[in-house]
């Protein structure tokens, strides 16, 4: 038992001995420390060995394994340093593929942005909505047709829960938190039973402003919005107001801006007319402040929504909504 201990342990040695390749070392590690290797052969043998000779080739198996175990850590740096002499480290490095942020994060901070340097704060609220949050207190009774216009995603119908369908009841839960004067932009996402096309998504990104005090106008409006639109889209840009109905304001606005393709022209993009309408606004309706709370004899104010996907392929020039969920990487390469 012994004299094998020695052979395998000068043949291990022979075999080892210079070597620098990685695939001759496994397989040298494989042949002597592998599960069916020599040195456990070794091992098993120790049991039929007579007692008196078992301690003594016990110790002689564990002090090979303990230098086997030596030599291929040896071998291991011969055969890296070997690898690392054959690299050309003038090679220029791979390129490390870094990740940027989404087309409509930037949208959306840049948006944010512009909001918050003209004093507005910025509000959260929950997907998921009450009936009177996001209908009843912006005058929408239950038997209101301009529930008709949202097509709905409910929860739990009796219950009156649902997914909200516009980022409006955040409004709601500010001013029944807080008392004004107060400026505003809730920023979130929002659901509809849309189809998924180029121009719908059934879920999307809305934000939308509140200013009230005391003696805020339609001119505060304006004000307010034309310097948001000529600070995102550009100066170059028209603007224009056309009347429109929302049951939540009084009166009501469409916003518009030049087609950012053609430049006023008229083209596809914007059926001809020259306008691309970009957002809805007006002065906030007064039974919207009996509902939470405020008297409108006392305070006044306005609110405005617009769609981030919109906006953002107004402004990139996207045809198709889609492209923002579709992960896409030659699109969102381009925002990098």
């Known amino acids: ?66 230098e086997l175990e030596d030599l291929a850590a040896d071998a291991l740096g011969r055969v890296g340093r070997r690898q690392a002499s054959q690299q050309n480290l003038s090679f220029p490095g791979r390129r490390i593929e870094t990740g940027s942020l989404h087309p409509l994060t930037l949208v959306l901070r840049e948006m944010v942005g512009i909001f918050s340097s003209m004093g507005f704060g910025v509000a959260l609220g929950p997907d998921i909505e009450t009936d009177f949050n996001n209908f009843e207190a912006l005058n929408m009774p239950p038997d209101h047709p301009a529930r008709d216009v949202w097509d709905t995603f409910f929860l739990d119908r009796r219950a009156g829960v649902l997914l909200r369908t516009h980022t409006s009841p955040v409004q709601v839960r500010v001013m029944q938190r807080m008392k004004p004067p107060l400026r505003i932009v809730a920023v979130g996402r929002c659901f509809r039973r849309d189809a998924f096309d180029a121009s719908h998504s059934p879920v999307f990104h809305q934000m939308e402003g509140l200013m009230v005090g005391d003696g805020i106008s339609f001119a505060h409006l304006k004000g307010v919005l034309v310097h948001f639109i000529s600070r995102f889209f550009g100066p170059q840009v028209s603007v224009k107001f056309t009347p429109s109905y929302f049951p939540f304001t009084e009166p009501s606005a469409e916003v518009s801006i030049s087609c950012v393709i053609c430049a006023g022209a008229g083209c596809p993009t914007c059926g001809q007319t ?28 306005f609110a405005f929504g617009m769609g981030i996907e919109r906006s953002a392929m107004i402004r990139y020039g996207i045809s198709d909504i889609r492209h923002f969920t579709q992960n896409d990487l030659r699109v969102l390469r381009q925002f990098s």
Do not use: C
Request: charged letters at 30%; hydrophobic letters at 40%.
């Open 1 to 66: 038992m012994l004299q094998e201990i020695d052979r395998v342990r000068d043949e291990a040695r022979r075999q080892i001995a210079g070597t620098t390749d990685a695939a001759a070392l496994e397989a040298w590690r494989v042949a002597y420390l592998g599960r069916k290797g020599k040195l456990l052969s070794l091992t098993r043998a120790i049991s039929s060995l007579p007692a008196d000779a078992r301690p003594e080739a016990g110790r002689r198996v564990n002090a090979l394994k303990k």
């Open 274 to 301: 020259g306008f691309l309408e970009i957002l809805g606004a007006g002065m906030v309706h007064p039974q919207v402040f009996r509902n939470v709370g405020y008297d409108p004899r006392k305070v006044t104010g």
